[in-house]
T-cell receptor, first 114, second 110 residues
Framework: DTAVSQTPKYLVTQMGNDKSIKCEQNLGHDTMYWYKQDSKKFLKIMFSYNNKELIINETVPNRFSPKSPDKAHLNLHINSLELGDSAVYFC?????????????FGPGTRLTVL | DAKTTQPPSMDCAEGRAANLPCNHSTISGNEYVYWYRQIHSQGPQYIIHGLKNNETNEMASLIITEDRKSSTLILPHATLRDTAVYYCIVTFSGTYKYIFGTGTRLKVLA
């Protein structure tokens, strides 16, 4: 079983459309994340959720709205897609605790906006 | 900004040890050193982490200097499948994010 899974793997859409990316983890973790990797390969945190509560929103445009229906799922909805949204989006999860909290990443969703 | 500095690229002969350095001179006492790698455009893969002591697992060894200002990831017998971008990250529990730098692109040569 895949620990952190994302759907779809590829997403091609037109500017102005609304799309969603789904993420699920079966590790029993309480914290989930969305990262964005742009064309220059920089990986940057977008959002962090702990026990379904938003903890971090790293100055992401409000066209991006994460939703966590339960601790195992974190979805990303994007409104009015723009060309600059083209990137690979990675979901991750970890278990908060004392000391280190290792994050485990999904395979990524490659979004292409035309 | 990332708190780590890594060389942009390195080559290693197949079967030899790959030693990837990382500087983290501003690391604080409760921050861990993590290593991940990203093969092509796959999701970052966890390799190893440590706080003060050297660590070893089935994938690699992590050597942290006594002052904790730098570390080295060692892949003991590099294979072609180890060709990837390797990221060194420092973080402590409760930050709810990793700050990735530009990493080191390791190329294992046949």
């Amino acid at each position: 079983d895949t620990a952190v899974s994302q759907t779809p793997k590829y997403l091609v859409t037109q500017m102005g459309n609304d799309k969603s990316i789904k993420c699920e983890q079966n590790l029993g973790h309480d914290t989930m994340y969305w990262y964005k990797q742009d064309s220059k390969k920089f990986l940057k945190i977008m959002f962090s959720y702990n026990n379904k509560e938003l903890i971090i929103n790293e100055t992401v445009p409000n066209r991006f709205s994460p939703k966590s229906p339960d601790k195992a799922h974190l979805n990303l909805h994007i409104n009015s897609l723009e060309l600059g949204d083209s990137a690979v989006y990675f979901c991750a999860s970890s278990q908060m605790g004392q000391g280190a909290d290792t994050q485990y990443f999904g395979p990524g969703t490659r979004l292409t906006v035309l | 900004d990332a708190k780590t500095t890594q060389p942009p690229s390195m080559d290693c002969a197949e079967g030899r040890a790959a030693n990837l350095p990382c500087n983290h001179s501003t690391i604080s006492g409760n921050e861990y050193v993590y290593w991940y790698r990203q093969i092509h455009s796959q999701g970052p893969q966890y390799i190893i982490h440590g706080l003060k002591n050297n660590e070893t697992n089935e994938m690699a060894s992590l050597i942290i200097t006594e002052d904790r200002k730098s570390s080295t990831l060692i892949l003991p017998h590099a294979t072609l499948r180890d060709t990837a971008v390797y990221y060194c990250i420092v973080t402590f529990s409760g930050t709810y994010k990793y700050i990735f730098g530009t990493g080191t692109r390791l190329k294992v040569l046949a």
